[in-house]
């Protein structure tokens, strides 16, 4: 069964934009992980925040976790026709690790 | 962080045939993941494989369909059973260490 909700399910945007992802998950959780994965290949894991943090950032990345709202978000800045794909959550309740259904992102020229 | 073999890439299999899927981890794991991946969708967890024991399948997959070995610490099978066409998917094997996952090349299996 699926964990994480992601919203939007697609979004579009332009070149330069900010791109923001949100999902919601469930249950408790040690950790919440953001993947990519690019048309017909693996998934690249971006970052990871753990339960006790509540923002992180690497390059053009911004994470925040809520865990009483049991939600995060991933914030895309200055979007680049390279950042088109599809991007997970992902959790970790128990000794697994559930993706959500994911967000498509296009990113026009 | 831990290399993964996965194979075969990909396959077109006949309704009612099975197909195993191999797994290797260039590493000793304790758990390995199993997920399936249909056209367009996220990935969705078939089961957890403990070596030394039964694996432990998520809701909606049963052993019969999808059997699992784990012989070692290193390396793992998926067996898709009496295919069908809503068998079509990637299916992938996943290790992680407490903060990634990594996943092998996954196997693209079409069934006609």
């Known amino acids: 069964s699926q964990q994480g909700e992601e919203d939007p399910q697609a979004l579009s945007i332009q070149e330069g934009e900010n791109a923001t992802m949100n999902c919601s998950y469930k249950t408790s959780i040690n950790n919440l992980q953001w993947y990519r994965q690019n048309s017909g290949r693996g998934l690249v894991h971006l970052i990871l925040?753990?339960?006790?943090?509540r923002e992180k950032h690497s390059g053009r990345l911004r994470v925040t976790l809520d865990t009483s709202k049991k939600s995060s978000s991933l914030l895309i800045t200055a979007s680049r026709a390279a950042d088109t794909a599809s991007y997970f959550c992902?959790?970790?309740?128990?000794?697994?690790?559930?993706f959500g259904k994911g967000t498509r992102l296009h990113i026009l020229p | 962080s831990a290399v993964i073999s996965q194979k075969p890439s990909r396959d077109i299999c006949q309704r009612g045939t099975s197909l195993t899927i191999q797994c290797q981890v260039d590493s000793q794991v304790t758990m390995m993941f199993w997920y399936r991946q249909q056209p367009g969708q996220s990935l969705t967890l078939i089961a957890t494989a403990n070596q030394g024991s039964e694996a432990t399948y998520e809701s909606g997959f049963v052993i019969d369909k999808f059997p699992i070995s784990r012989p070692n610490l290193t390396f793992s099978t998926l067996t898709v059973s009496n295919m069908s066409p809503e068998d079509s998917s990637i299916y992938l094997c996943?290790?992680?260490?407490?903060?990634?996952?990594?996943f092998g090349q996954g196997t693209r299996l079409t069934v006609v």
């Open positions: 925040i753990r339960s006790n943090e």
């Open positions: 992902a959790t970790d309740p128990g000794d697994k690790i559930i």
């Open positions: 996943s290790v992680d260490d407490n903060t990634e996952a990594f």
